[in-house]
């Protein structure tokens, strides 16, 4: 059974960095395609970053620039680093994998999720 565990959330302040974690069990990273998404307090959730089989990181389009994408085979773990975190930056941050061949990031694409970890981002 593949599970998903997301760890590194917490209260941050304005401008400071964040690195978010995705603990894989029961599937190789490398031998899938893993999400982040997001979704903040009353929004929906978001595509945020993902990478696929080959290691070809994706981003949403306001994910560029600040946010990092990248998989740790040994770990078997992607790790999800967020620079100069801003107030809109405040969500449930929630990652997911697609075991299903093709490379495509919407919710009903991915088959397992993990719960979450709250990321806070105070001004």
């Known amino acids: 059974q593949v599970q998903l565990e997301e760890s590194g959330g917490g209260l941050v302040q304005a401008g400071n960095s964040l690195r978010l974690s995705c603990a894989v069990s029961?599937?190789?990273?490398?031998?899938?395609?893993v999400a982040w998404f997001r979704r903040a307090p009353g929004e929906i959730r978001e595509f945020v970053a993902g990478?696929?089989?080959?290691?070809?990181?994706y981003y949403f389009d306001s994910a560029k620039g600040r946010f990092t994408i990248s998989r740790d085979s040994a770990e078997n773990t992607v790790h999800l680093q967020i620079n100069y975190l801003k107030p809109g930056d405040t969500a449930d941050y929630f990652c997911?994998?697609?075991?299903?061949?093709?490379?495509?990031?919407?919710?009903?694409?991915?088959?397992?999720w993990g719960k979450g970890t709250l990321v806070t981002v105070s001004s």
């Open positions: 997911a994998i697609r075991i299903r061949s093709g490379t495509y990031w919407t919710e009903p694409s991915m088959d397992y």
């Open positions: 029961g599937r190789r990273v490398t031998n899938g395609a």
């Open positions: 990478i696929a089989w080959s290691g070809t990181p």
